[in-house]
């Protein structure tokens, strides 16, 4: 990762360029304490050009943050990558350093004391919520449940695909035994009762989800059914893992782990 400083008049904005994790977090820290040995106490950290950032990162940033405030200084991020701005949003850094989209509104908004505050407590802590893709690892489920429109008809020989029904919906729970999410039925026209009986208790399914704090693309592994609720927009589910491999359960492990530990830094940081 690159830092490139562009000084304002009355703040500074770091430019960020690059992969943001363990590795560069002292150079971040030893450009945030030249700055404030220069008495700058208002910085800006633009993170435009970071294609990936990791828990380490964010606690160097949440850091940082605490060190200007102590000062009576800010810290601001402006302009964050698509990547940046989810994980960010999803582990609620905005509780500490609020996010803007420019260097300009990130800058007066410190200055003029107008910084927006994110929601605090549980509701800005909630449960890492990202897309899982599913399917059942019986494939005769599928046709016996939804349409074969919904199928994925193969359009020169007229049969269902079958194997290529993928229902996606939203995790809200992910450690080393499981996974935890909703689905809300997708296009099947299901009803709660319907999705219930299609993913009852017992049915092991193929999972795809996503580590961002740890690595790029998708893990897999073979779940089973453990606990269904109904709803009225869906249903939740609880699973367990049955088939995952060591270095997925391991990320998996270390995920969580780095979640918790970013949800600490960031009450302390409130407190």
């Known amino acids: 990762m690159h830092i490139q400083a562009e000084p304002r008049e009355n703040y500074t904005v770091l430019h960020l360029r690059g992969e943001f994790d363990t590795f560069y977090c002292p150079l971040l820290q030893s450009e945030i304490d030249s700055l404030m040995a220069a008495g700058v106490r208002h910085i800006v950290l633009n993170l435009r050009l970071v294609k990936f950032i990791n828990s380490t990162a964010m606690g160097a940033i949440i850091k940082?943050?605490?060190?200007?405030?102590?000062?009576?200084?800010?810290?601001?991020?402006?302009?964050?990558?698509?990547?940046?701005?989810?994980?960010?949003?999803?582990?609620?850094?905005?509780?500490?350093?609020?996010?803007?989209?420019?260097?300009?509104?990130?800058?007066?908004?410190?200055?003029?004391?107008?910084?927006?505050?994110?929601?605090?407590?549980?509701?800005?802590?909630?449960?890492?919520?990202?897309?899982?893709?599913?399917?059942?690892?019986?494939?005769?489920?599928?046709?016996?449940?939804?349409?074969?429109d919904e199928t994925m008809t193969n359009p020169v020989h007229g049969h269902a695909f079958g194997s290529s029904w993928r229902g996606v919906g939203r995790m809200s729970g992910l450690d080393a035994d499981g996974v935890r999410f909703t689905w809300s039925g997708g296009a099947t026209g299901l009803t709660s009762f319907e999705m219930a009986q299609f993913l009852a208790l017992g049915t092991e399914l193929k999972v795809k989800f996503r580590l961002p704090l740890?690595?790029?693309?998708?893990?897999?592994?073979?779940?089973?059914?453990?606990?269904?609720?109904?709803?009225?927009?869906?249903?939740?589910?609880?699973?367990?893992?049955?088939?995952?491999?060591?270095?997925?359960?391991?990320?998996?492990?270390?995920?969580?782990?780095?979640?918790?530990?970013?949800?600490?830094?960031?009450d302390n940081a409130t407190e």
Do not use: N, W
């Not at 000062?71 to 990547?83: H, K, Y």
């Not at 890492?128 to 399917?135: R, V």
């Not at 109904?230 to 990320?251: C, H, M, N, W, Y």
């Open 214 to 266: 740890l690595k790029k693309g998708l893990s897999e592994a073979t779940v089973t059914v453990t606990d269904i609720e109904e709803r009225p927009d869906g249903v939740k589910l609880g699973a367990s893992f049955t088939e995952i491999d060591d270095d997925t359960r391991q990320s998996v492990q270390q995920y969580a782990e780095d979640l918790r530990f970013l949800r600490q830094e960031l």
């Open 64 to 148: 940082a943050s605490k060190t200007l405030k102590k000062e009576g200084g800010q810290l601001t991020i402006a302009r964050p990558s698509t990547f940046c701005r989810e994980t960010l949003s999803k582990v609620g850094l905005e509780r500490v350093v609020p996010i803007f989209d420019s260097d300009e509104a990130a800058g007066e908004a410190m200055l003029e004391g107008h910084a927006p505050q994110a929601p605090a407590g549980d509701e800005a802590l909630a449960e890492d919520e990202t897309s899982i893709i599913f399917s059942p690892v019986d494939e005769k489920r599928v046709p016996h449940f939804i349409q074969r």
